[in-house]
Protein backbone atom coordinates (compact mmCIF):
# COMPACT_ATOMS: atom_id res chain seq x y z
CA UNK A 1 0.00 0.00 0.00
CA UNK A 2 3.00 2.50 0.90
CA UNK A 3 4.40 1.79 -2.69
CA UNK A 4 1.22 2.71 -4.26
CA UNK A 5 0.90 5.47 -2.52
CA UNK A 6 4.21 7.02 -3.38
CA UNK A 7 3.70 5.93 -6.90
CA UNK A 8 0.20 7.34 -6.85
CA UNK A 9 1.70 10.60 -5.60
CA UNK A 10 2.58 13.18 -8.17
CA UNK A 11 -1.11 12.51 -10.13
CA UNK A 12 -2.62 13.70 -6.66
CA UNK A 13 -1.01 16.35 -6.52
CA UNK A 14 -2.20 16.94 -10.01
CA UNK A 15 -4.97 16.51 -8.79
CA UNK A 16 -4.90 18.93 -5.85
CA UNK A 17 -3.28 22.07 -8.07
CA UNK A 18 -6.30 21.39 -10.23
CA UNK A 19 -8.73 21.58 -7.35
CA UNK A 20 -6.95 24.58 -5.98
CA UNK A 21 -6.85 25.97 -9.09
CA UNK A 22 -10.93 25.67 -9.20
CA UNK A 23 -11.91 27.62 -5.69
CA UNK A 24 -9.16 29.88 -6.51
CA UNK A 25 -10.70 31.11 -9.42
CA UNK A 26 -14.24 30.44 -8.06
CA UNK A 27 -13.49 32.78 -5.31
CA UNK A 28 -12.03 35.76 -7.80
CA UNK A 29 -15.29 35.53 -9.60
CA UNK A 30 -16.96 36.03 -6.48
CA UNK A 31 -15.50 38.31 -4.83
CA UNK A 32 -16.94 41.96 -5.91
CA UNK A 33 -13.87 43.91 -5.24
CA UNK A 34 -11.60 41.28 -7.03
CA UNK A 35 -13.96 40.82 -9.80
CA UNK A 36 -15.21 44.60 -10.51
CA UNK A 37 -13.49 44.80 -13.61
CA UNK A 38 -15.00 41.63 -14.89
CA UNK A 39 -18.47 41.71 -16.92
CA UNK A 40 -20.75 39.97 -16.28
CA UNK A 41 -20.55 37.86 -19.48
CA UNK A 42 -17.10 37.13 -18.41
CA UNK A 43 -18.09 35.93 -14.82
CA UNK A 44 -20.90 33.88 -16.70
CA UNK A 45 -18.02 32.40 -19.04
CA UNK A 46 -15.56 31.57 -15.98
CA UNK A 47 -18.15 29.79 -14.06
CA UNK A 48 -19.30 27.92 -17.41
CA UNK A 49 -15.25 26.76 -17.58
CA UNK A 50 -15.14 26.09 -14.25
CA UNK A 51 -18.07 24.33 -13.74
CA UNK A 52 -16.73 22.07 -16.92
CA UNK A 53 -13.91 21.54 -15.39
CA UNK A 54 -15.07 20.06 -12.13
CA UNK A 55 -17.99 18.09 -14.01
CA UNK A 56 -14.31 16.71 -16.08
CA UNK A 57 -12.75 15.68 -12.95
CA UNK A 58 -15.65 14.05 -11.13
CA UNK A 59 -16.42 11.74 -14.73
CA UNK A 60 -12.53 11.23 -14.53
CA UNK A 61 -11.65 10.84 -10.88
CA UNK A 62 -9.02 7.93 -12.22
CA UNK A 63 -6.75 10.16 -14.79
CA UNK A 64 -3.48 10.65 -14.68
CA UNK A 65 -1.12 12.76 -13.81
CA UNK A 66 -0.54 14.03 -17.70
CA UNK A 67 -4.41 14.23 -18.11
CA UNK A 68 -4.86 16.18 -14.90
CA UNK A 69 -2.09 18.90 -15.68
CA UNK A 70 -3.37 19.02 -19.25
CA UNK A 71 -6.66 20.15 -17.93
CA UNK A 72 -4.95 22.79 -15.75
CA UNK A 73 -3.29 23.96 -18.26
CA UNK A 74 -6.64 24.49 -20.53
CA UNK A 75 -8.32 26.11 -18.02
CA UNK A 76 -5.05 28.90 -17.04
CA UNK A 77 -5.76 29.20 -21.18
CA UNK A 78 -8.43 30.52 -21.02
CA UNK A 79 -8.95 32.13 -18.11
CA UNK A 80 -6.02 34.00 -17.72
CA UNK A 81 -6.86 36.50 -20.52
CA UNK A 82 -9.60 37.17 -18.39
CA UNK A 83 -8.42 37.44 -15.11
CA UNK A 84 -5.66 40.07 -16.47
CA UNK A 85 -8.45 42.42 -16.80
CA UNK A 86 -8.24 42.66 -12.75
CA UNK A 87 -4.26 43.14 -13.06
CA UNK A 88 -4.83 46.53 -15.53
CA UNK A 89 -8.12 47.30 -13.76
CA UNK A 90 -9.77 47.81 -17.08
CA UNK A 91 -13.41 48.41 -17.83
CA UNK A 92 -13.97 44.60 -19.32
CA UNK A 93 -15.18 45.72 -22.66
CA UNK A 94 -15.40 43.74 -24.80
CA UNK A 95 -11.96 43.81 -27.08
CA UNK A 96 -9.76 45.34 -24.94
CA UNK A 97 -7.91 42.33 -23.92
CA UNK A 98 -5.42 41.21 -26.78
CA UNK A 99 -7.18 43.13 -29.77
CA UNK A 100 -9.65 40.40 -30.13
CA UNK A 101 -13.20 41.05 -31.65
CA UNK A 102 -14.50 40.87 -28.47
CA UNK A 103 -15.78 37.25 -29.03
CA UNK A 104 -14.95 34.78 -26.46
CA UNK A 105 -14.40 31.34 -27.58
CA UNK A 106 -17.12 28.95 -26.96
CA UNK A 107 -16.14 26.89 -22.73
CA UNK A 108 -14.64 23.42 -23.20
CA UNK A 109 -12.66 21.29 -21.16
CA UNK A 110 -11.24 18.36 -23.87
CA UNK A 111 -12.22 15.10 -22.91
CA UNK A 112 -9.86 12.38 -22.75
Not at 42 to 63: E, G, H, L, Q
Request: charged share 30%; with cysteine.
Amino acid sequence: RRLYNLLDRPRLEAMNKLETYHSALLTIINNEKLSETLTSDDKTFMTNIINNAIKWMNRNIDASQGALEKQLEELEDICLPILSKINKGESGDPGEVGGDDGKQQEPTIEDD
